[in-house]
């Protein structure tokens, strides 16, 4: 059974920094795409940023040059640093999987983890 936690999580200033984890177990192999979602009340969830298999990573545009995705395959963890926090980054912050291609209809969701961010 595949599980995703995410930690990390948690309360800063504006102009401040995170750093989220996401545990992974239960995958026969290492899937191809990890990456992280965000979901603000009353938005849809978007897509922040993956990181395939070769170490390929894909931002969206809100984050770029402020977030960066991570993973240690050894640990079979995934990490979101997150810098230059903005309130507008307040979110539920999710870590997803998919086995063999990266899409924002990923096949595994960890429960999230809350991100405030106050001004």
């Known amino acids: 059974q595949v599980v995703l936690v995410e930690s990390g999580g948690g309360s800063v200033q504006a102009g401040g920094s995170l750093r989220l984890s996401c545990a992974a177990s239960?995958?026969?192999?290492?899937?191809?795409?990890m990456g992280w979602f965000r979901q603000a009340p009353g938005e849809e969830r978007v897509r922040v940023g993956t990181?395939?298999?070769?170490?390929?990573?894909t931002y969206a545009y809100f984050v770029k040059g402020r977030f960066t995705i991570s993973q240690d395959n050894n640990k079979n963890t995934l990490s979101l640093q997150m810098n230059s926090l903005k309130p507008e980054d307040t979110a539920m912050y999710y870590c997803?999987?998919?086995?063999?291609?990266?899409?924002?209809?990923?096949?595994?969701w960890g429960p999230g983890t809350q991100v405030t961010v106050s001004s």
């Open positions: 997803a999987a998919h086995r063999t291609y990266c899409t924002t209809d990923m096949e595994y």
């Open positions: 239960g995958f026969t192999n290492r899937p191809y795409c």
């Open positions: 990181i395939n298999k070769e170490g390929i990573t």
